[in-house]
C-alpha cells in the first residue's frame, strides 16, 4: 500500500512540475507590464552647437555635441587659394575646455591632430600651441594660449550643415 501511496504521490508531483514548466513557457512567450518596446523608450537628443569663423574669404566651421563630456563632430576648415580640411572631432570636455582629436582630410591623406578649444562667451577660441615632431600632439598643453588663433562664433547648425558635409 505504501508503494501504491508513493507512486501516486511521484505521478501528482511530476504531473505538477509539467504544469509549472508549462506555465512558466507561456509566460516568458506573453508581454508583461515589464517588456519595453521601442516606443515606449524615450531617449533626448544629445544637443548640437555650431560655431563658425570667417577671415576674408578663409572660413571655419565646426559642429559639436556633448554627451556627458564625451564630445563629438565636425569640423571643416574651408581655404581661399590653400589646402582644406574636413574631419571629425571626438574628446572630452574637461570644464570650460574641450580637448579633441581631429581626424581629417587633406590633400588626399588622411591626418590625425589634437585640437583644443576653449568655451568661453557662447564662442570656441582655439587654443595655440607647440606640436610635437609628428605634429599630432601637442608638446606641453599646460604652455597652450587661448589667445591670437580662432575665435569662433556661435551659429545655427542648420544654415552650416550642408558646409560639413
Known sequence: MKKI????????????????NESLVKDVNNKDSLTLNESDIQIDEIPENCYMEATGKD???????????????????KNF??????GELVGMADGDTLKLEYNFQAEGTTSTREIWFLK???NLIEGIGEYNETGEQY???KLLKFTGGHTL???DCTSIERKLK
Open 5 to 20: 501511496t508513493l507512486a501516486v504521490f511521484l505521478a501528482v508531483a511530476l504531473a505538477s512540475c509539467n504544469k509549472k
Open 153 to 155: 562664433k556661435s551659429a
Open 59 to 77: 572660413s571655419l566651421f565646426v559642429r559639436i555635441s556633448d554627451n556627458l563630456g564625451t564630445v563629438t563632430g565636425k569640423m571643416h576648415y
Open 139 to 141: 608638446k606641453d598643453p
Open 120 to 122: 568661453k562667451d557662447g
Open 81 to 86: 587659394e590653400k589646402d582644406s580640411s574636413f
